[in-house]
Structures are given as structure tokens and as C-alpha cells.
Nanobody, 125 residues
Framework: QVQLVESGGGLVQAGGSLRLSCAASGRTFSNYAMGWFRQAPGGKEREFVAGISWRGLSTYYADSVKGRFTISRDNAKSTVYLQMNSLKPEDTAVYYC?????????????????WGQGTQVTVSS
């Protein structure tokens, strides 16, 4: 079992920045590719935001966040981060981190083994 706890969400004005953290416990963190997903209000489907390989050498982004968001990980701290810059109102969502026992992070949520509880990010215009 892997337990994931997100933090760092909040309310920010458009153009601002936030840094999300996801702390993992339970099993060897470096054996897992990690992903960030988000689900916007209004019943929208959960979507892939960013992913990072198990050793942190490869990163992947949704087109909507490329150039604005950066995913990173610290395996010594069992933590993955999502630095979000130039935030837009359309980035408003609950953000989730997820872990998958693979080398590379899938873009499909159903492939992930473990999920955090989510953290709310609200961007005001």
C-alpha cells in the first residue's frame, strides 16, 4: 500500500503561482512513476496534468499546462511536487497525485494504483 497526501492548494489570483506537494508513505517511493491529475467543477472528467518517471529523468505535460507547470520529485523525501506558474481561472480544480508501479507515468488515470485525497486550487480572475 502507498498512502499519498497532497498539500499546497489554495486561492490565488490569475497570473499567480502555487506549489503543490504530495508526500508518499508505505512503500519504496522510487519504484513508482507519479502523476498529477485534476478535476474541474461542474462534473468535468478528471484529466492528466503532468507525470514524472520513477527516477525523475523524464517528465510529461498536458498541452494546456506546458511551459507553465513543472513536475519534480525528491525520492529521498518521498515527495512529488507541481510548481504552477502563470495560473489561469481555467486551472481551477481539485488536484490529485497518483502513483503507478512502473517506470514511466501513464496519462490514463485508470492505470494508476494509488491516489491522494486531492487539494483544491482556485484561481480568481
Amino acid at each position: 500500500q502507498v498512502q499519498l497526501v497532497e498539500s499546497g492548494g489554495g486561492l490565488v489570483q490569475a497570473g499567480g503561482s502555487l506549489r503543490l506537494s504530495c508526500a508518499a508513505s508505505g512503500r519504496t517511493f522510487s519504484n513508482y512513476a507519479m502523476g498529477w491529475f485534476r478535476q474541474a467543477p461542474g462534473g468535468k472528467e478528471r484529466e492528466f496534468v503532468a507525470g514524472i518517471s520513477w527516477r525523475g529523468l523524464s517528465t510529461y505535460y498536458a498541452d494546456s499546462v506546458k511551459g507553465r507547470f513543472t513536475i519534480s520529485r525528491d525520492n529521498a523525501k518521498s515527495t512529488v511536487y507541481l510548481q504552477m506558474n502563470s495560473l489561469k481561472p481555467e486551472d481551477t480544480a481539485v488536484y490529485y497525485c497518483a502513483a503507478d508501479e512502473q517506470i514511466l507515468p501513464p496519462r490514463t488515470g485508470a492505470e494508476y494504483d494509488y491516489w491522494g485525497q486531492g487539494t483544491q486550487v482556485t484561481v480568481s480572475s
